[in-house]
């Protein structure tokens, strides 16, 4: 038997499986690590949470990220020492956490990393980003090289989650909504499982659903445009509205906030998927520039970018989902979950359809969502199992999702 095949013959044959997962968003603020036990596969799998936390990366490493994020500054140089740097940012990450949990590398199965989300091209998207023939290629990148995380753990990994996906025709995006499949559906309520990192993202799970039920996709900005504009407010003294206190304390501009929502993407039809190359930096200064016209200043420009959020939300529900699905319960994930301002908005456009957090119903923490998806993604693909989601990404067929870097001998 080969080395290869060795390691997946043993992956197979245990019971419970012991798989770290890490993930970097839109937000970029540093590396969210989970670990957790995995027993069986599918809607039947057992996933038990033994550790969750974030790595913050440096002040500096943020900075030097969110130059690729802009077509001006990012270069060849940068992107190839980042996608090296980000490997060994993640598997040091990796290190610590386990380190914190009482384990060694050795009783870790496989590590799984999503990366972290760079950049993603999509076909009509933007004609600026046309590179050869007539449209642009669908693409993506997010970055952290597997095998430096193998490398340095000597554990199997699984990265380069989306590009099946992509490679099937489908948008890469959401990643994690298979995840949500397998962790929250339930067998009577129909939910909605609602992300709001920095683009928000809601999963639609009917009741006792199979997977060919299942519907996601992303609305449009999230905490993203809400951060940067604090952020510009408070003149960098804070990174984000805790609670949402400052747009509470503000009023929104209905001027500001019709402009912003004529966006198209906005009323898009799914499947659709966006990131910071649609809802980042022009996004937000068009918000600037629109925001001075109708003399908008102070904690009225915070609490109108939630209001942006929050509407993009709810018209994307009514258009695209409404329609076909009868809703019994929300429930939120991600950092905008904290946003008690946010919350209340969408408690207010969606009466009476109950608004919960995840871990009302869970042990999952709201921020823990998505990297512990990624880690049921990751066991799906050792074991050699289908883990996109067609409906979801616009993909031909169903795909095994990630590249598989093993460890030296």
């Excluded at 939300?313 to 946010?342: H, M, P, S």
């Amino acid at each position: 038997m080969s080395y290869a095949s060795d390691i997946f013959q043993q992956y197979s044959s245990k019971k419970v499986r012991a798989i770290v997962s890490l993930h970097s968003g839109t937000s970029v603020d540093g590396v969210d690590v989970a670990i957790t036990l995995i027993e069986g596969s599918g809607r039947e799998a057992n996933v038990e949470l033994i550790k969750y936390k974030t790595v913050d990366y440096s002040k500096d490493v943020t900075q030097k990220l969110h130059q690729l994020f802009d077509r001006q500054k990012a270069t060849v140089e940068k992107i190839c020492q980042a996608q090296f740097l980000l490997g060994k940012i993640f598997a040091e990450a990796a290190t610590s956490v386990i380190s914190e949990t009482g384990l060694s590398l050795s009783e870790i199965d496989v590590i799984g990393s999503s990366g972290q989300i760079t950049y993603h091209v999509r076909k009509g998207q933007d004609p600026g980003e046309i590179w050869i023939g007539d449209e642009a290629i669908q693409s993506g990148l997010d970055l952290g090289e597997g095998q430096v995380i193998a490398e340095m753990t000597g554990v199997p990994v699984v990265s380069n989650m989306r590009n099946a996906d992509i490679a099937a025709g489908g948008q890469g995006n959401p990643l994690v909504t298979y995840g949500d499949w397998v962790l929250f559906t339930h067998p009577q309520k129909a939910r909605i499982i609602q992300n709001i990192g920095g683009i928000a993202n809601p999963t639609v799970l009917p009741a006792n659903s199979t997977i060919d039920d299942v519907i996601a996709f992303d609305t449009g900005p999230g905490n993203m445009l809400i951060d940067a504009v604090v952020q510009y407010s408070t003149n960098g003294q804070l990174k984000y509205d805790k609670n949402g206190i400052l747009a509470s304390q503000g009023q929104v501009s209905a001027q500001l906030l019709a402009e912003m929502l004529k966006h198209p993407y906005l009323v898009k039809r799914p499947p659709k998927t966006t990131g910071r190359e649609v809802f980042g930096e022009k996004f937000f200064q068009k918000f600037l520039n629109m925001a001075n016209k109708y003399q908008v200043t102070g904690n009225d420009l915070v609490a109108t970018a939630t209001a942006i959020s929050a509407e993009s939300i709810v018209d994307n529900y009514q258009k695209f989902i409404f329609e076909e699905n009868k809703i019994d319960e929300i429930l939120l994930c991600g950092g905008g979950a904290r946003n008690d301002t946010l919350v209340k908005m969408l408690q207010d456009k969606l009466s009476p359809i109950p608004i919960f957090h995840l871990e009302n119903y869970t042990s999952i923490p709201a921020e823990a969502r998505e990297v512990v998806a990624v880690g049921v993604i990751t066991n799906e693909t050792m074991l050699g199992n289908f883990a996109n989601v067609a409906n979801a990404t616009g993909a031909r067929h169903r795909a095994i999702m990630g590249h598989i870097s093993l460890p030296p001998f």
